[in-house]
């Protein structure tokens, strides 16, 4: 359900074919915004989030009860003529379709565009892929690290978010409900081609414009978010724990450097030689020393935490990021709906008592 009710998408129906991350993160979204949502599952097994650790219940796994929350479960078997005919009757109802088969097996199975729009010429139809519908890598398979290493977004370690699944997944959801509001305006279908390749290079679009402007300039301009300035790293403290330092603007710097009783580098805010000497400084000292002297300040100086302390973070708590949903083993503590409307009724009539 939607974080405080607001449910916009409410007169939308969707139809899920995807599996795992991209496809669960945009019918996630579209579901807390208030869409009913039909999962598409194997009879046997179900999707494959289920099985994943650790799990929640006998036939459920903490993503699984993330991902698929608020949304209607259907299993079928889309190779069994009588499973596929039951299916397709969600569909004409419908006003969008999202998959995420390699191209070319959702027309095997009959369910491709064509196929679909069809039975409901209305129909808002998205293709969520690795690569596309085009192509040379076409066919080829991928994982999220494989498609922010093509992004020029990975540099040498494994990031705990799966940055090109979750953006290509909000990005179809975005799709969805372009594509629904315009096919309600004028009766128009579409189909999304939307690669989860594409999704990561316009995650790091900024960065590819400026290295883009640089390759076609022919220079190296150094620019403050590409991993050689002092001001904006990651360091380790003492304990093994980690500060991220973002004091990208002078009045940051300066003041992170004046707490630090290190004045002396306020001129070298863009000199990567500083950086050792200034990672030496933080690595002398653990990061509750840090959090004490610099982020109750305003320095752009943050804790990095660990997985495990999001539970315990009073602003994610207060502001209701994190909530206990109902799941197959009872009460279970979730990354809640990142939509707030604030424009609510009583809120509006308060502001009108004023």
Known sequence: MAFDGWRPLEAVTVVDFTRMA???TATLLLADLGATVYKVEHPVGGDDTRHLKPKVGADSSAQHQYM???????????KNSDDLARILELVREADAVIESFRPGVADRLGIGFRDLVALNDKLVYVSLSGYGQTGPRVAAAGHDLNFIGYAGLLSGSVPRALQADVSGGTLAALAIAAGVARARQDGTPAHVDLSLAD???ALGGIQAAE???SHSLGVDVQTPLDGRAPCYQVYRCADGRSLAVAAIESKFWQRTLELMGRTEWISRQQDPALVPEFAAVIAGETQAHWVELLVEDDTCVSPVLEPRDIASDLHALERGSLREYDSAAGPLWQVASPFRNLATRSALAEHSTH
């Open 22 to 24: 991209p496809g669960g």
């Open 199 to 201: 999704a990561a290079l």
């Open 68 to 78: 698929d929350r608020g949304k209607r479960s259907v299993r079928a078997d889309l």
């Open 211 to 213: 290295a883009l402007a």
